[in-house]
């Protein structure tokens, strides 16, 4: 079966390639942990395929592995757009698994699921280096955007000249604000939703489609 | 042993991390590459970590031009000791660490090239960078008793040596690290120099080190500051025909070149190799690294062997060893290197279960880690085998 499957992939992505004008680009969903890049994932993932990407957690490192999701066709005003969806671990600086017994977890798993997530980090930065062809960029809207991790991340996604959206996640609390994500990103498109109600989607497609078709 | 630390001649493999906040024995940030065909330290670190921590400070205060100012200021200085010792004042042994120091400043900045460009670019302003230094460096001989006179006078002279010396002397250039000879060498040379001149220079090497590579702009200055020199040399004259003849072995063009300008502390300053004796103590030179004590005396760098010098500072560190002086002003040195050097690491583990992780080392890094492990270690494989392992899922 799994080797049906791959078959019907890879057939799938020669009659993709003979349709689309471009190769299909691999979109990377970066941000720190906890911004609903999962999340986000799913709602896409869902939305156009109908299958989810991975679990989603309020417990932070919840992804720790990059997983993609190949083929999503996102129609928007007539056309549709064919890319592939790579939700990646959150990436952050310091990674402590007391963080994670604040969630009642044993010690043991809290350890292990903090290798992990130092392992997704590596995993997320070499995605970057290697295999992205565009950046969706998820921000939590209520927190502060000015960290070194999105600095950098950002920096470096500008260095690559790699087309990037961000999105101000989590605008249905209260205390979200999208202006100050533009303001501490003024070079780039923002684009305020909420990926667990389902806010804005359609800009966010319009969106999509625009800087990655 | 690509690199050596100037100030204590230790030497780390090439990509050392350790060097990169600074030496960790002695706390200098000064280091030279060093060959594998020049590995003798002996002789030779003695008077690179003495004069060393003299170029911190100078070539600092001198910014993007260190090595030509320092170079200059430090002649200047050199020839007020020398100057001293035309006038019968007898403080002589000043200029050799200022030699030393502008030595050095030129070599540790970056080898050959780093002083080829300091040098020709210091033509036009090095006599105007002299003579400001030598203002200095007059109003220290002043205070211990050397004609002011003689050293501004004598620090054209030397400025102009300062590049002649290399340029002339029309050798295969020499690596920076060409003043570590052996101490064979070097004492021949001291003895040569110390028969006419008194004190002895071993620097003669050091000389051509700093600038051997820039022949041909270090060649036209000595014409620009002739004049300079020429009031200054005319006494010493014939010391310089005499070391020249000395050190005919290779630096007969400079005997004929550059005899008749040539004055004794032109000699000293190409071939004195700087003692920690004769450093400043920290306490009273290093900061600005002025020299405040131009009345070191020649016999106390004779008496020092050359091959005991590197023993020496090791056991001294703080003779005369600017470069040491911000363990007293920066006790956070051990943090900063630290940290440094895990800046370097793309991951760190402060314990189990907590990371650091350095971002961009992440990002530039080819291979990518896929599994840590409890003890450190780490597990990396190439993209491509992983990715056909996780495939799509």
């Not at chain 2, 029309?170 to 001291?190: I, L, M, V």
Request: glycine letters at 10%; hydrophobic letters at 30%.
């Amino acid at each position: 079966m799994g080797l049906l499957s791959g078959l019907k992939d890879s057939l799938q992505r020669v009659t993709d390639s003979l349709f689309s004008e471009d190769e299909q680009k691999r979109i990377g969903i970066y941000g720190p942990p906890n911004a609903g890049k999962t999340t986000l994932a799913n709602r896409i993932a869902r939305d156009w395929t109908g299958d989810a990407i991975g679990p989603e957690s309020h417990i932070p490192h919840e992804t720790r592995r990059a997983r993609r999701k190949e083929n999503v066709e996102i129609e928007r005003n007539g056309k549709s757009v064919s890319i592939d969806i790579v939700d990646t671990p959150g990436v952050t600086t310091k990674v402590n698994y007391e963080e994670f017994l604040d969630y009642e977890m044993e010690k043991d798993d809290a350890v292990r699921r903090s290798r992990e997530a130092t392992e997704g980090v590596a995993e997320a930065m070499h995605w970057l280096r290697e295999d992205v062809d565009g950046v969706i960029y998820v921000l939590d809207s209520t927190e502060d955007p000015f960290t070194q991790v999105n600095t950098m991340l950002i920096g470096i996604i500008e260095s690559r000249d790699l087309p990037v959206l961000i999105f101000a996640n989590k605008i249905d609390l209260d205390d979200a604000s999208t202006q100050r994500i533009r303001n501490a990103f003024p070079q780039h498109e923002t684009v305020p939703l909420s990926a667990l109600e389902g806010n804005n989607m359609d800009e966010v497609y319009d969106k999509i489609a625009e800087y990655f078709g | 042993m690509p690199h050596q630390c100037t100030e204590c001649a230790r030497t780390f493999p090439d990509g050392s991390k350790e060097m990169l906040s600074g030496c960790p024995d002695c706390g200098g940030n000064k280091f030279q590459f060093k060959p594998a065909d020049a590995v003798d330290v002996g002789a030779g670190s003695g008077a690179g970590s003495g004069s060393a921590g003299g170029s911190v400070a100078e070539g600092s205060s001198a910014g993007g031009d260190g090595g030509a100012m320092s170079r200059a200021k430090a002649t200047v200085r050199d020839l007020m000791g020398r100057g001293d010792g035309d006038d019968g004042t007898g403080s002589t042994a000043s200029e050799s660490p200022a030699r030393g120091r502008s030595a050095n400043a030129g070599e540790t900045s970056s080898a050959e090239s780093a002083s080829a460009s300091a040098e020709s670019a210091s033509s036009a302003e090095s006599a105007s960078s002299a003579e400001s230094a030598s203002s200095a460096a007059a109003s220290e001989s002043q205070s211990s008793g050397s004609p002011a006179g003689g050293s501004s006078r004598s620090g054209g002279a030397d400025t102009d040596r300062d590049r002649v010396t290399p340029s002339e002397s029309g050798e295969w250039p020499k690596s920076a690290t060409e003043e570590y000879d052996t101490p064979a060498e070097k004492a021949r040379r001291r003895e040569s120099h110390e028969e006419s001149v008194g004190t002895t220079e071993s620097t003669t090497s050091e000389r051509s080190v700093g600038a051997s590579e820039s022949a041909s702009g270090a060649s036209e200055s000595p014409a620009d500051l002739e004049s300079t020199a020429g009031a200054a040399t005319e006494s010493t004259e014939q010391d310089v025909s005499a070391e020249a003849s000395e050190s005919a072995s290779d630096d007969e063009s400079i005997t004929a070149q550059m005899g008749e300008t040539e004055d004794d502390a032109q000699r000293s300053a190409r071939s004195d190799v700087v003692s920690p004796d004769e450093l400043p103590s920290r306490e009273s030179a290093a900061p600005g690294g002025m020299r405040d004590d131009a009345t070191g005396e020649p016999s106390e760098r004779a008496d020092r062997p050359p091959s005991s010098e590197a023993a020496d500072v090791k056991d001294r560190p703080s003779a005369g060893d600017v470069a040491s002086e911000p363990d007293d002003d920066s006790p956070n040195l051990d943090e900063l290197r630290e940290e440094l050097n895990s800046q370097f690491e793309s991951i760190k583990v402060l314990d189990p279960g907590k990371y650091e992780l350095n971002l961009m080392e992440l990002y530039d890094r080819e291979e990518y880690i896929i599994s840590l492990q409890e003890d450190g270690r780490y597990v990396i494989e190439v993209p491509e085998s992983w990715r056909g392992d996780a495939g799509p899922d």
